[in-house]
């Protein structure tokens, strides 16, 4: 299994850009999540989905949508790009239904709009 | 909503001491408590968990405390070694007949073990 695979790793953008950032998992998990983690930061919850066609709101939304059409990704968009997402965004995915299932993150796509 | 957190933002210790990082929550609905190791410029991966049915939990080197009463976990790691110098970061969920299984992390602890 390659786990959660993110690309692109590196991305520069300039402001008001749009991009998509994509993440696929196949460890078959129902639950997917985006976080981001500015310096010096936890990590907060952008977005996250239950199962295909489900998708809800984390804690920082504004200026990100998602969408979930397979079991397997869960691609961030970017719509408007702003100084203020420059961060380093991690996919992450989880299986509900056994205990103690814990999250797997993948690398990482850290970028920076200028 | 949830609030977690964490101290000391910053930690260091000698190799072979014992380091402890705390982290208190705000919802006592909180069930569900990992720990997270963050190595520079790469994923986090958990290390330990812990279960609101349980006050503490081992592996190794490494033991988590919960005070469910006073709302606050702790990691324990003993006889620290450098290749434990990271980034740790505690969260908080509730998990609740399989619906909204989402963690509020804390701003995390850079620990540095010399050597």
């Known amino acids: 299994n390659a786990g959660v695979t993110q690309t692109p790793k590196f991305r520069i953008l300039k402001i008001g850009q749009s991009m998509t950032l994509q993440c696929t998992q196949d460890?078959?998990?129902?639950?997917m999540y985006w976080y981001r983690q500015d310096p010096g930061m936890g990590l907060k919850l952008i977005y996250y989905s239950v199962g295909a066609g489900i998708t809800d709101k984390g804690e920082v939304p504004n200026g990100y949508n998602v969408s979930r059409s397979t079991t397997e990704d869960f691609p961030l968009r970017l719509e408007l790009a702003a100084p203020s997402q420059t961060s380093v965004y991690f996919c992450?995915?989880?299986?509900?239904?056994?205990?103690?299932?814990?999250?797997?993150f993948g690398d990482g796509t850290r970028l920076s709009i200028l | 909503g949830e609030n977690v957190e964490q101290h000391p933002s910053t930690l260091s210790v000698q190799e072979g001491d014992s380091a402890v990082i705390k982290c208190t929550y705000s919802d006592s609905a909180s069930n569900y408590f990992p720990w997270y190791k963050q190595e520079l410029g790469k994923r986090p991966q958990l290390i330990i968990d812990i279960r609101s049915n349980v006050g503490e939990k081992k592996d190794q080197r490494i033991a988590v405390t919960l005070n469910k009463t006073a709302k606050h976990f702790s990691l324990h790691i003993t006889e620290t070694q450098p290749e434990d110098s990271a980034v740790y970061f505690c969260?908080?969920?509730?998990?609740?007949?399989?619906?909204?299984?989402?963690?509020?992390f804390g701003k995390g602890t850079l620990l540095t073990v010399n050597p």
């Open positions: 969260a908080a969920s509730m998990i609740s007949g399989g619906s909204n299984y989402k963690l509020t």
């Open positions: 460890m078959n998990h129902n639950y």
């Open positions: 992450a995915s989880s299986y509900l239904g056994r205990p103690n299932q814990p999250q797997h």
